[in-house]
């Protein structure tokens, strides 16, 4: 089955530093992949999906980008800012079709500094 | 306007009890989800539902039964409530065909 690895332990950086998460997967490649954003209290809100065939997406100060071969993406936030701290979610389709069903990695938690 | 919401916010309660979690979107969407967030905070499936009808049932004890009048709400009933059903429950719903899901603020169930 899928494993989704984001690293667990919390990523400390400084405002305006650019911050990078990463989520590793084991399995099967996925048609897409998403990434969340989830603060204390509160629902997991979409921020990008970068599908197989697409190597990099960007929106304002995030980018994402995807590696099929090294099974892995990476999230980029640029100047970041304190606002940008929460925990960031990967997820990725489970790879039976268009079921919606998403496996969502454990989330890593951002915080930065002023 | 709230997208999806949840009622109750928080639910604390006794083992052995039953209780009830709604959630209503006003996206117009066709498909709804429940998922489990619990301790370590990691978000698991349970149910899916698309225009009332079951697409997702994943292993969860049959004291979890979903039920979805409409399309627009789906609710979770829980029977027999164990302490290992403390965790957050979150209701999302999405399009069926596109891959984005929205999500409701959050149940807080705590089984005492």
């Known amino acids: 089955s899928q494993k989704i690895e984001q690293n667990s332990e919390a990523l400390n950086i400084q405002e305006g530093k650019t911050a990078t998460l990463t989520c590793n997967y084991t399995?099967?490649?996925?048609?897409?992949l998403q990434w969340y954003r989830q603060d204390p209290g509160r629902g997991p809100v979409f921020l990008l999906l970068?599908?197989?065939?697409?190597k990099e997406k960007r929106k304002e100060r995030l980018k994402v980008t995807f590696d099929t071969t090294l099974k892995q993406s990476l999230f980029h936030i640029t100047a970041s800012q304190p606002a940008d701290s929460a925990t960031y979610l990967c997820?990725?389709?489970?790879?039976?079709?268009?079921?919606?069903?998403?496996?969502f990695g454990q989330g890593t938690t951002l915080q930065v500094k002023p | 306007d709230t997208a999806v919401s949840q009622t109750p916010k928080y639910l604390v309660t006794q083992m052995g009890n039953d209780k009830s979690i709604k959630c209503e979107q006003n996206?117009?969407?066709?498909?709804m989800y429940w998922y489990k967030q619990d301790s370590k905070k990691f978000l698991k499936i349970m149910f899916s539902?698309?225009?009332?009808?079951?697409?997702i049932n994943e292993t969860v004890p049959n004291r979890f039964s979903p039920k979805s009048p409409d399309k627009a709400h789906l609710n979770l009933h829980i029977n027999s409530l164990e302490l290992g059903d403390s965790a957050v429950y979150f209701c999302?719903?999405?399009?069926?065909?596109?891959?984005?899901?929205?999500f409701g603020p959050g149940t807080r169930l705590l089984v005492l």
């Open positions: 997820a990725l389709d489970d790879g039976s079709g268009n079921t919606g069903k998403l496996i």
């Open positions: 539902y698309n225009n009332k009808e079951l697409i």
């Open positions: 996206l117009g969407h066709d498909t």
């Open positions: 970068i599908r197989e065939n697409e």
């Open positions: 399995n099967y490649s996925p048609a897409y």
């Open positions: 999302a719903s999405s399009q069926l065909g596109t891959e984005t899901q929205y």
